[in-house]
């Protein structure tokens, strides 16, 4: 046994101390070895870009292909692309090859997905990682992305990118908006080696505090829609971060609720909540009672780790790229918040 897990259950199976659980350091409830990191890019690395999701043409890929080209890396577009099957790039086993084929060539060391939408968890349990285990790589992408992430950080141990896709990248990126420039400007550094440290905003709801942890998360309805399979991955002493686009409070609430009915917020290090875009209510008269930050700070108030709002993450246009199972160091102030990697 762990000792990690012996101190889990000892202190857990003493009655007076289960209420104090969440104030113990976040490093005792860690149930997984570290992941592992792919080698980092360098000028002349071929960079894969398939479509495991929504579909995309191949005019659409040119500003994204000429924006890694000029960063010095090769790119090699997908058979899927250009390919559709309803909202998908293609049927699912075309998808499933492509991917597979990507993951097992040794000649390229990051796969950039095409975008997102729908797709990914209707073939990820086809997937073999036997190749990617000797040769890891770095996968990027979110939203469904969300879907590979938490399965390489569950089943694989590796880390990978959150991050804008090639849906994402205009065409004149320097008259882009700031926020957009900055976001992708940002993958560049990340893929070659560099940790970046990333700021939000004051807000009212955040909940200071200083603690260190694993990073896992991304899509709050892909992993809603985890919750209980092979690829939910352990939460237990890491931070937690979220974002979503378009749903309603209601449906906000009801799965923030099964999040904390299966215990994902139990034994937290902390938790980050980036862009969350809401659906209003057909009729106004029906809105639901509570806002976004009153709907997550009732489920972990009890948990007593720092909440940080406002990130700049997820369906928005300052979408900072994220590395998922690195260690990471999360200050909450009431002035803000910073995340920074952590070497270990």
């Not at 993951?103 to 997937?127: M, S, T, V």
């Not at 992408?141 to 990978?160: E, M, W, Y």
Request: hydrophobic fraction near 40%; charge should be positive; proline fraction near 8%.
């Amino acid at each position: 046994m762990l000792r990690s897990d012996f101190l889990l259950r000892f202190f857990t199976g003493i009655p007076f101390l289960k209420k104090a659980e969440a104030l113990l350091p976040s490093t005792i409830f860690s149930e997984t070895g570290s992941c592992v990191q792919p080698p980092f890019l360098q000028k002349g690395d071929q960079i894969g870009i398939p479509s495991p999701a929504g579909y995309m043409f191949p005019e659409e890929l040119v500003p994204a292909m000429r924006l890694m080209e000029s960063w010095g890396f090769r790119t090699v577009p997908g058979k899927g692309i250009g390919q559709q099957w309803g909202n998908m790039g293609g049927q699912d086993l075309m998808r499933k090859n492509d991917f597979q084929e990507m993951l097992d060539n040794p000649e390229i060391k990051a796969i950039l997905c095409a975008r997102g939408g729908y797709g990914l968890i209707r073939f990820i349990d086809k997937l073999d990682f036997s190749a990617f285990r000797r040769h890891p790589k770095w996968i990027i992408g979110f939203s469904d992305i969300t879907v590979l992430h938490a399965h390489l950080n569950k089943q694989v141990r590796a880390a990978a990118i959150h991050a804008k896709m090639c849906n994402s990248i205009p065409a004149a990126l320097a008259d882009a908006d700031p926020d957009v420039r900055k976001s992708i400007l940002a993958l560049r550094p990340l893929l070659t080696g560099e940790r970046i440290p990333y700021d939000g905003p004051m807000h009212p709801a955040n909940v200071p505090g200083k603690v260190r942890g694993e990073l896992v998360g991304g899509n709050l309805s892909v992993l809603y829609g985890m919750i209980g399979s092979v690829s939910m991955p352990s939460t237990r002493g890491k931070i937690l971060f979220l974002e979503d686009a378009g749903e309603y409070l209601y449906h906000y609430d009801r799965m923030c609720w099964s999040l904390e009915r299966a215990g994902i917020f139990k034994g937290l290090a902390g938790l980050i909540l980036g862009g969350f875009r809401v659906k209003p209510s057909e009729d106004p008269k029906e809105e639901f009672p509570l806002s976004l930050p009153d709907i997550m700070l009732e489920k972990v108030k009890k948990y007593h780790f720092p909440v940080a709002f406002d990130f700049p993450i997820g369906h928005q246009k300052y979408n900072m790229p994220l590395k998922c199972g690195a260690v990471h160091e999360l200050v909450v102030t009431q002035n803000g918040s910073r995340l920074q990697e952590i070497l270990l």
